[in-house]
């Protein structure tokens, strides 16, 4: 398995307050993502960084924001959680010709 | 502007007969996919890919198929087994661009 890891797993937060997820690897790969999986909507991406202080916006960056000043950490801001933004969130992580390997998601509740 | 689309939210099939996920996409930049399948609180995990420059990939009991003109991929799987049991996702990408975009997803239900 592709060594990622997401912190927190899990996190309940009321409307209004910042978050931050984590995502670490250790495998050296170029790309990171972020997704987020919804009901119906399947896996939407958020942000993706294509390098150390490189980073993109996906389908569904409003609201987020993202940083990278490493290789292996990506995180993933909320400056002010909506409910709208429950959701749970996956990091991927790839090499440019390659394919996804995922995280083990972090379920957000905002309240 | 959903690109990649799974019509069918849901399959039922019984163990030991075949199962067929369906997967279209509009833009023809496309050309690499890659199918997932994801268990519940779990991240989702890679199953088999296909590049444009095949109409077929094979691993196991899993074939790909790709109909670029009909801008359709479809996933076999043979023969069904219970651990199937999953949702799958089908993703696209134009390679030069380095992300993916996905279906909403197919409810595999394998029973005995």
């Known amino acids: 398995d592709a060594g990622i890891t997401q912190s927190p797993r899990h996190k309940v937060t009321e409307t209004g307050t910042p978050v931050t997820l984590r995502c670490h690897q250790t495998?050296?790969?170029?790309?990171m993502y972020w997704y987020r999986q919804d009901p119906g909507h399947g896996l939407r991406l958020i942000h993706y960084?294509?390098?150390?202080?490189?980073?993109d916006k996906g389908e569904v960056s409003d609201g987020y924001s993202v940083s990278r000043s490493k290789t292996e950490d990506f995180l993933l801001t909320l400056e002010s959680a909506t409910s709208s933004q429950t959701s749970v969130y996956f990091c991927?992580?790839?090499?440019?010709?390659?394919?996804?390997?995922f995280g083990e998601g972090s379920r957000l509740t905002v309240l | 502007d959903q690109q990649v689309k799974q019509n069918s939210p849901s399959l039922s099939v019984q163990e030991g007969r075949i199962s067929i996920l369906n997967c279209d996409y509009t833009?023809?930049?496309?050309?690499?996919f890659l199918w997932y399948k994801k268990y519940p609180a779990e991240g989702p995990t890679f199953l088999i890919s296909?590049?444009?420059?095949?109409d077929k990939n094979e691993d196991g009991r899993f074939t790909v198929f790709l109909n670029k003109s009909a801008k359709h991929l479809s996933l076999h799987i043979v023969p069904s087994q219970p651990g199937d049991s999953a949702v799958y996702f089908c993703?696209?990408?134009?390679?030069?661009?380095?992300?993916?975009?996905f279906g909403a997803g197919t409810q595999v239900v394998v029973t005995p």
């Open positions: 991927a992580i790839s090499e440019v010709t390659g394919e996804l390997f």
């Open positions: 495998e050296n790969h170029r790309y």
């Open positions: 960084s294509y390098g150390v202080k490189d980073t």
């Open positions: 833009n023809s930049m496309f050309d690499y």
């Open positions: 296909i590049s444009s420059i095949k």
């Open positions: 993703a696209a990408s134009a390679r030069s661009w380095g992300k993916f975009q």
